[in-house]
């Protein structure tokens, strides 16, 4: 609950923010399916098809506090910044009586993170990679990720696929 509850805060700090045209920087917020992390990015253009930045991650585990957030950095790859998916046919009365468009620009991509988990003794390391998608402000992503050790000392950390829900503001 912690998580969601950051979250809609960083959507409604970020909503505040004046979005300029430029599309340099870019601010994320997610969380995973479940609720029990929550990720906060920060990234810059590196041309026209790369972007890499900074992410900090906050995995909701009450039985261990001190063991909750994960620190790391981020590349993404654009495969095709200018793809549609057509709506015009998903909902096919409903979507003429409120206009509905032919299709919808997205944003796809590939993503790979690398992550560092400390805890009291020492840090576990994990690397992630997927694919996403984003239309306008809203994302998602869906990653495969694997920790040093195999799991984490915080359970809510493990090897495995996780499906993220993205806010994305650039400016």
Known sequence: MRVFLVLVLAMVLCSCVPVMASDDYEFSALTDAGTSMGEAR???SLGETWRGGILGRYLDDAEHPSKDWAFGAYGKMIVSPDASVPVADWLPKFGSWIDLPESVPVETYVIGKVLALPYDGGVDFAAEIG????????????VYGVVESGEADNPVMYSGPT????LTLPF
């Open 42 to 44: 920060v990234g810059v």
């Open 131 to 142: 694919a996403g998608g984003r239309v306008g402000v809203l994302g998602i992503e869906y």
């Open 163 to 166: 499906l993220w829900f993205a």
